[in-house]
Structure formats: structure tokens, C-alpha cells
């Protein structure tokens, strides 16, 4: 089955300094990966996702990530923190052909942004 | 974009009791929704997937007879959570798909908190 695995639970940057939350996939066959932001007592917001097109995916609030297939990874980055962008994100993974969009989330990571 | 809610955002209850949580697509029809339940500080673990007209399909581990799922209309699905008890309190998440395949979007609601007391 395929799964996402996030490296750190928690990451702490300083406003202005770049982003980077880490997550690797697990799948056989070629998968749709999201990322999503979730906020205190809120349900989700969709960053941005990789459904097998362009490798460089660029979402909103100037998040951006790449899926790299020789490493399993789709790591997301944004060149200079907020405030605001401190929150709880999440990878996710699904097989569309296989799954539908029943997606299979890692465990999160806690983004801290300090002034 | 399209629009996912929730009801009700947040509900206290008695042990024992039925709680019912309504997840509605308010502008698209949705021939698939998914429940997730989150545990503080966890990520969202995939309860059920439910396609209008027919029987859900439960994960692993989830009971079905006490997490009742019904996907009546392409616009509403229900979540009852019957007889709960303390550790049924969680965050439940329903997300609706526009399309069971791969053309298909996902839209997630607000979240619905159930504490039982």
C-alpha cells in the first residue's frame, strides 16, 4: 500500500528564512501527492499537488514543491516565512486508479515560525 | 472553489448517546466522500469511503456497527457515531471527490469535534 513518511515533527524557522518540510512516499506504482495546511480547530486546506504532470508544483501562498522520483520525495519549500504560516502540514498520497481519492496522510509536521 | 461543510463544527455529548454529523457539498455533487477521524496532535486516519446509493466501505479496525455511514443523496453524506463513549471524542473530517477516478477533485470540509462526556 502506499504511505507518506514526514521527517520532524516539528520545524522551527525564522520569519524571512526558507521553508523546507520533508516527505517521502512509499507507492509501486506512480502516485498523486498533496500537501495540505491545517490550522487550530480547522479542517484542511489544499496547498498544492502532484497528479503525474509537471514535476515542480507551485501552490498558493507561495508554496511550491518537486517530486523527484529517484529519491521518493516531494518535499515543500517557500523561500521566505511568515507569521501566518505557522500551522500544522500534512503529505498525503493516493493511487487515483486504485484508491479514488481516499488519501493516506503522514503524520503531520508542526511548522513554528519565529520572529 | 468548491465547498465542503460540516455540521455541526462542534458537539458535546453524553456517553452513550447518537451523535449524527452531517457533510454536505454545497455547490458540486459528490459521487464520493471519505470520513477521517484525527486525534489531537495525530494526523487523519481513514474511516470509510462512501459512494452515494450503496454500502460504505470501512477500513480496517473501524467498527461499522458503531460508526454508521450513510451516503443517501450526490450532495449529503451522515456520520452517526452510536452508543459513543469517552474515546470516540476526536475530530472527525468528511472530503468529498467530485469523481470516484482520477479526473476527479477533493474538497475536505471544516472538521466537525465530537467530546463525549
Known amino acids: 500500500a502506499q504511505s ?5 515533527s516539528h520545524v522551527s524557522v525564522s520569519e524571512g528564512a526558507l521553508v523546507l518540510l520533508r516527505c517521502n512516499y512509499s507507492s509501486s506504482v506512480p502516485p498523486y501527492l498533496f500537501w495540505y495546511v491545517q490550522y487550530p480547530n480547522q479542517g484542511l486546506q489544499l496547498l498544492l499537488k502532484y497528479t503525474s504532470a509537471a514535476t515542480l508544483v ?11 522520483k529517484s529519491e521518493t520525495s516531494f518535499h515543500l519549500t517557500k523561500p521566505s516565512a511568515h507569521m501566518s504560516d505557522a500551522a500544522e502540514y ?3 498520497v493516493t493511487i487515483p486508479q486504485t484508491s479514488g481519492y481516499a ?3 503522514g503524520k503531520g509536521t508542526s511548522l513554528l515560525v519565529t520572529p | 472553489g468548491a465547498v465542503v461543510s460540516q455540521h455541526p463544527s462542534r458537539v458535546i ?5 447518537s451523535v449524527k454529523i452531517e457533510c454536505r457539498s454545497l455547490d458540486f455533487q459528490a459521487t464520493t466522500m471519505f470520513w477521517y477521524r484525527q486525534f489531537p496532535k ?3 486516519m481513514l474511516m470509510a469511503t ?3 446509493g450503496s454500502k460504505a466501505t470501512y477500513e480496517q479496525g473501524v467498527e461499522k456497527d458503531k460508526f454508521l455511514i450513510n451516503h443517501a443523496s450526490l450532495t449529503l453524506s451522515t456520520l452517526t457515531v452510536t452508543s459513543a463513549h469517552p474515546e470516540d471524542s476526536s475530530f472527525y473530517i468528511c472530503s468529498a471527490s467530485t469523481s470516484g477516478g482520477s479526473t476527479g477533485e ?8 465530537l467530546t463525549v462526556l
Open chain 2, 106 to 113: 477533493l474538497f475536505f470540509g471544516e472538521g466537525s469535534r
Open chain 2, 50 to 52: 462512501s459512494n452515494e
Open chain 1, 90 to 92: 500534512f503529505c498525503a
Open chain 1, 103 to 105: 488519501l493516506n496522510f
Open chain 1, 58 to 68: 507551485k501552490g498558493i501562498n507561495g508554496f511550491e514543491a518537486e517530486f523527484k
Open chain 2, 42 to 44: 495525530q494526523s487523519l
Open chain 1, 4 to 8: 507518506v513518511t514526514q521527517l520532524g
Open chain 2, 13 to 17: 455529548c453524553k456517553s452513550g448517546t
